[in-house]
T-cell receptor, first 115, second 115 residues
Framework: DQQVKQNSPSLSVQEGRISILNCDYT??????FLWYKKYPAEGPTFLIS?????DKNEDGRFTVFLNKSAKHLSLHIVPSQPGDSAVYFC??????????????FGTGTRLKVLA | DAGITQSPRYKITETGRQVTLMCHQTWSHSYMFWYRQDLGHGLRLIYYSAAADITDKGEVPDGYVVSRSKTENFPLTLESATRSQTSVYFC??????????????FGDGTRLSIL
């Protein structure tokens, strides 16, 4: 059973508009949530994260919102640019007994920003 | 250039063969990770290492072996490749145990096809 879900496989948005990518999770013990961006033939690149004790984190055009009661987070990109076209992965961090963190990834959402 | 590099980028082999995927990082990060990416599953953790000579299993370790004799290298070996191990493999590293404020950094991946 997937603990981190991205239910929208794809999303298309006009350039300049807002992109909203969604992610749901099941485990209330996750302590951090992260978003990664991935271009074809490249590795995932860290974008932004949020601690479970916060409800919002902002970095330039990217804002992540966390709703703990709904076990839901979203990534807002404003304004969207063609270079934002990529696959976006939501991840939640938990930790092994050893203390090392493990990331549990969603299946990704492909964002296409139309010029 | 500093960073994390994976080799080879593409590999085709046959079932039953042994194959080793290489991962090298120049940051001197203590923590290193191997993931596989498959359609419908996102990225799943295979093995991780907290330091040289310390390795442990992730979510999907069966059929894989790792070693970490030097901090900068973390090879992944498929001892007897099977078709179900056809996937894209990503190596990652992080300075600290992880979490959201010290995210993992990924290489560009190895696309492995097993015929």
């Amino acid at each position: 059973d997937q603990q981190v879900k991205q239910n929208s496989p794809s999303l298309s948005v006009q350039e300049g508009r807002i992109s909203i990518l969604n992610c749901d999770y099941t485990n209330s013990m996750f302590d951090y949530f992260l978003w990664y961006k991935k271009y074809p033939a490249e590795g995932p690149t860290f974008l932004i994260s949020i601690s479970s004790i916060k409800d919002k984190n902002e970095d330039g055009r990217f804002t992540v919102f966390l709703n703990k009661s709904a076990k839901h987070l979203s990534l807002h990109i404003v304004p969207s640019q063609p270079g934002d076209s990529a696959v976006y992965f939501c991840a939640a961090s938990d930790h092994f007994a050893s203390g090392t963190y493990k990331y549990i990834f969603g299946t990704g959402t492909r964002l296409k920003v139309l010029a | 250039d500093a960073g994390i590099t994976q080799s080879p980028r593409y590999k085709i082999t046959e079932t039953g063969r042994q194959v080793t995927l290489m991962c090298h990082q120049t940051w001197s990060h203590s923590y290193m990770f191997w993931y596989r990416q498959d359609l419908g599953h996102g990225l799943r953790l295979i093995y991780y290492s907290a330091a040289a000579d310390i390795t442990d299993k992730g979510e999907v370790p069966d059929g894989y072996v790792v070693s970490r004799s030097k901090t900068e290298n973390f090879p992944l070996t498929l001892e007897s490749a099977t078709r179900s191990q056809t996937s894209v493999y990503f190596c990652a590293s992080s300075e600290a145990p992880g979490g959201g404020n010290q995210p993992q950094h990924f290489g560009d991946g190895t696309r492995l096809s097993i015929l």
